[in-house]
């Protein structure tokens, strides 16, 4: 598979008509999601985190699964004002009266630069299983993999961060939480060999980041792949809505608008002057 390639199938527009979907009915009286009933099986009998890998893979987790789901989504909730939370703040001063839209405003920003960069990394990481599967060792295929993203023009991502220059101090939190609960610890082996090669094929010293380490865990446990980004949404959502709650009582949206536009450099053309002008 090549770096970061899709993996979802074709969608044949027109071929099917029949929507399906194995999620959830309702009829007058019930509610059933995923073969259970929603009032007598799930609410009050099951924590969000269970009902969240519920949903997502059709089937209950382990204990083990479900308690290394709930460390990725604690540790990625909330940052501090980061990226997402501003846009998000500063759309709410705009526009206080549309909650949903100050949250999606920093959802938008959740790609593979900063907050949703652990589906890549996990794309990563499976490339690197493949090639250890395919018969090299586990440090000649994280080798291969480095260099193949690089020689692509991508970063790689789950490595590096703007403040935490050492290893991210959730990286290890998560990975005692994985090896607590008993999880697969064979994607935090391989993001660990992914650390220890970069410097010679990068040049740099960059240590694992929470995008890393979330699909290092995550990827040892029932969860897919191709749910990866929603953790980052999920989590992030639960931090955003407590800053517009912070934001409505005590507003910094405007202030961030007044620090970022306070020492901007204007680079472009001056106006041409108008003929006749004095
Ligand atoms: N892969 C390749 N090169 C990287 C890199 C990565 N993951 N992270 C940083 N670098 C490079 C930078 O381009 C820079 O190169 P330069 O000196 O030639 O300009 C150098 O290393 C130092 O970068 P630094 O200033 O420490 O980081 P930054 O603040 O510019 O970037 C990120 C921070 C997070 C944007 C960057 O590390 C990155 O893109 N990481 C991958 C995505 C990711 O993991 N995001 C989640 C963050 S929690």
């Given at each position: ?34 073969g259970e009933d929603l009032c007598r099986d799930l ?103 480095v260099a193949r993203w690089r020689a692509a023009g ?103 608008s007044y620090q970022a536009t306070r020492e901007v ?14």
């Amino acid at each position: 598979m090549s770096a970061g390639a899709p993996t979802a199938s074709i969608n044949k527009i027109g071929k099917s008509t029949v929507p399906r979907t194995a999620i959830c009915t309702s009829d007058e009286h019930s509610i059933t999601v995923r073969g259970e009933d929603l009032c007598r099986d799930l609410i009050g009998q099951i924590s969000f985190t269970d009902y969240f890998s519920l949903l997502v893979t059709g089937e209950r987790p382990t204990r083990a699964d479900a308690a290394v789901l709930d460390a990725t989504l604690v540790a990625i909730a909330e940052h501090g004002l980061v990226p997402s939370v501003q846009a998000s703040r500063m759309t709410y001063a705009a526009a206080p009266d549309a909650l949903q839209g100050a949250v999606a405003a920093g959802i938008l920003g959740c790609g593979s630069v900063i907050l949703g960069a652990s589906e890549t990394a996990g794309r990563l990481f499976t490339e690197v299983d493949e090639e250890a599967k395919a018969g090299a060792d586990l440090e000649a295929a994280a080798r291969t993999v480095v260099a193949r993203w690089r020689a692509a023009g991508k970063p790689i991502p789950g490595y590096g961060h703007p403040l935490h220059k050492d290893r991210d101090p959730r990286v290890a939190r998560l990975f005692a939480v994985a090896l607590e609960a008993g999880t697969s610890l064979r994607f935090v082996e391989i993001a660990e060999m992914v650390e220890q090669v970069i410097p010679e094929i990068v040049g740099k010293e960059l240590r694992l980041n929470v995008s890393a380490a979330i699909p290092a865990v995550l990827l040892g446990t029932s969860f897919p792949l191709r749910g990866l980004r929603g953790v980052p949404i999920l989590a992030r959502t639960a931090g955003l809505i407590a800053h517009l709650c912070e934001e409505a009582v005590t507003p910094s949206g405007f202030a961030l608008s007044y620090q970022a536009t306070r020492e901007v450099i204007y680079e472009g053309k001056p106006a041409a002057a108008k003929e006749g002008a004095a």
